[in-house]
């Protein structure tokens, strides 16, 4: 008897953990899907890693870090000047709403917003309010602009709950972030969501302020490569 209710609590375990698992797994494989598509890297990724070049042009962005991404495209000297200040003449457009923080990076070249999650979505949940739409709207726009703007989404949450559960919350959501700006927007743009769960904390996660603070999606602008052409050229207006 004793070896059947072993089998039998055996066989409810393993029932119990493949229920669970489709659910814990649709987070990295939107990821996963997310970058063979825009890399076109599926079945193929053999052949191609020995025909890379290590120019900008050739480089994958989904196969980079954020911080990689951040660097990249590098804006030449001479341009310098132009590009930033048509990003911070961007920056005081974003700022002038007063619904997020802005902030520039990489000496004005770089704009990065941060929206607190807590007016994205409901406490735990993954699903976008029905008033996000109101925040998310200005960076959607931007997408638009194809070759202008790359769009680094990047996910984060607070330390409550163990990491297995605050790194799928950031993967759930910023997929959610990462769908509703592409929705709608025709052509192949160059945006790339990151999940970083509770590993990078703005503050402390010993308050409930702090906490909130750090339940956040930041949304970074980098120039790119026909901004940088206009600028040349001197079009960037």
């Known amino acids: 008897m004793k070896s059947l209710s072993r089998y039998f609590i055996a066989l409810f375990i393993a029932i119990f953990i493949a229920s669970i698992a489709p659910a814990e797994c649709e987070a990295q494989g939107f990821l996963k899907t997310l970058k063979e598509k825009v890399s076109g890297t599926k079945n193929e990724d053999s ?32 341009e310098h000047d132009k590009v930033a200040a048509y990003m ?7 700022a002038s709403r007063k619904r997020e923080r802005i902030e520039m990076l990489r000496d004005g070249e770089v704009i990065v917003a941060t929206i607190g999650t807590d ?19 200005p960076y959607k726009h931007l997408l638009k602009s194809m070759g202008m703007y790359k769009i680094l989404v990047v996910a984060h949450t607070d330390d409550t709950g163990s990491e297995k559960y605050t790194n799928h919350l950031s993967e759930l959501r910023v997929e959610a972030v990462y ?59």
């Open 47 to 78: 052949k191609q890693k020995g025909k890379k070049s290590k120019k900008d042009d050739n480089v994958d962005i989904m196969d980079l870090s954020l911080d990689e991404n951040l660097m990249r495209p590098i804006v030449p000297v001479k």
């Open 88 to 94: 911070k003449r961007l920056a005081r457009n974003l």
């Open 119 to 137: 007016a994205l979505f409901a406490p735990n949940d993954s699903v976008l309010r029905q008033s996000a739409g109101e925040l998310l709207e």
């Open 179 to 237: 769908k509703w700006l592409r929705h709608g927007v025709a052509g192949n743009v160059e945006i790339v969501p990151y999940a970083l769960g509770s590993s990078d904390p703005l503050l402390p996660n010993n308050s409930t302020a702090n906490r909130r603070s750090n339940r956040r999606i930041e949304i970074f602008i980098v120039p790119n490569k026909l901004m940088l052409e206009m600028a040349k050229s001197n079009k960037l207006q």
